[in-house]
């Protein structure tokens, strides 16, 4: 019994550390307007981008939690091939 628990918390323990290296994709987004910048999961901005059934030129957008305007990526490539470059909005 001891081995199986040992054998379990190491399995345990090694998901942990693949779920944390996921944890950290994650795209920068920037706002518009007040230049706030946010860190939003990959696999978040991910699943808008499969989910957005409008022009796939237009970058997946999240609405700023500073002053409720428009946020782009800073760069993204979506799931159809297209790069989404805005880091000229960050100085």
Known sequence: ??????????NIGSAGINSKKK????VEFICRTCQE?????KD???QFDVLDGGDPMD???FSCERC???????YYKSIHGIVYDNSELKK
Not at 1 to 10: A, G, I, M, T, V
Not at 23 to 26: G, S
Request: no cysteine; glycine share 4%.
């Open 37 to 41: 910048i946010e860190e939003i999961p």
């Open 68 to 74: 409720g305007n428009e946020m782009v990526p800073v």
């Open 59 to 61: 970058p997946p957008r």
């Open 23 to 26: 944890a950290i994709e994650n």
């Open 44 to 46: 978040i901005v991910k």
């Open 1 to 10: 019994k001891k081995k199986q628990r040992e054998k379990l918390l190491k």
